[in-house]
T-cell receptor, first 114, second 111 residues
């Protein structure tokens, strides 16, 4: 399968703990995006990378959130000191470089905060 | 007011029916438009991509964009039970990197 891969698929943790998610984009894509989706809502943009550079962050990305994409390949999203409101599906997408390229999504990591 | 409005449904139709799904938007800078299908506990799957106004057809699916009315549609012909999913519209500005999504319409096709 050459689609976007995310790991883990489901993470359950206690409030206050740190969690880290991983995304492996489609290999030919140099743009990578993170979105958050809550129940009954569409995905909301969090941040975007072109190669290893993080070029845009949403106001939704509080200082407890950090994303990296070392070497321009896979990416990680870390949430520190998790809160109940962080419970959501975290989706990763990738695309080719260039204006208005369609974004292809992975199956997400579902985060549940106890 | 949200930038993208989409009726959440749910929508139930008999197998073989024509389905019409719609979104409206307020940002006139949106230039490219997509429809995604999302099955339960899965990520969004790209169905249709359209730039600017007009129609695009792919098999049983037709996407329409009316920029003058800020209105986009997805039509599904000869609907199948396997089409049962949530359909999300998404759109973006030229040169921008983030997409704006509707809330999704949950569709059930009854055999």
């Amino acid at each position: 399968d050459t689609g976007v891969s995310q790991d883990p698929r489901h993470k359950i943790t206690k409030r206050g703990q740190n969690v880290t998610f991983r995304c492996d984009p489609i290999s030919e894509h140099n743009r990578l995006y993170w979105y958050r989706q809550t129940l009954g809502q569409g995905p909301e943009f969090l941040t975007y990378f072109q190669n290893e550079a993080q070029l845009e962050k949403s106001r939704l990305l509080s200082d407890r959130f950090s994303a990296e994409r070392p070497k321009g390949s896979f990416s990680t999203l870390e949430i520190q000191r998790t809160e109940q409101g962080d419970s959501a599906m975290y989706l990763c997408a990738s695309s080719f470089q260039g204006p208005n390229q369609p974004q292809h999504f992975g199956d997400g990591t579902r985060l549940s905060i106890l | 007011q949200k930038e993208v409005e989409q009726d959440p449904g749910p929508l139930s139709v008999p197998e073989g029916a024509i389905v019409s799904l719609n979104c409206t938007y307020s940002n006139s800078a949106f230039q490219y438009f997509m429809w995604y299908r999302q099955y339960s506990r899965k990520g969004p799957e790209l169905l249709m991509y359209t730039y600017s106004s007009g129609n695009k057809e792919d098999g049983r699916f037709t996407a329409q964009v009316d920029k003058s009315s800020k209105y986009i549609s997805l039509f599904i012909r000869d609907s199948q039970p396997s089409d049962s999913a949530t359909y999300l519209c998404a759109m973006g500005e030229t040169g921008a990197n983030n997409l704006f999504f509707g809330t999704g319409t949950r569709l059930t096709v009854i055999p």
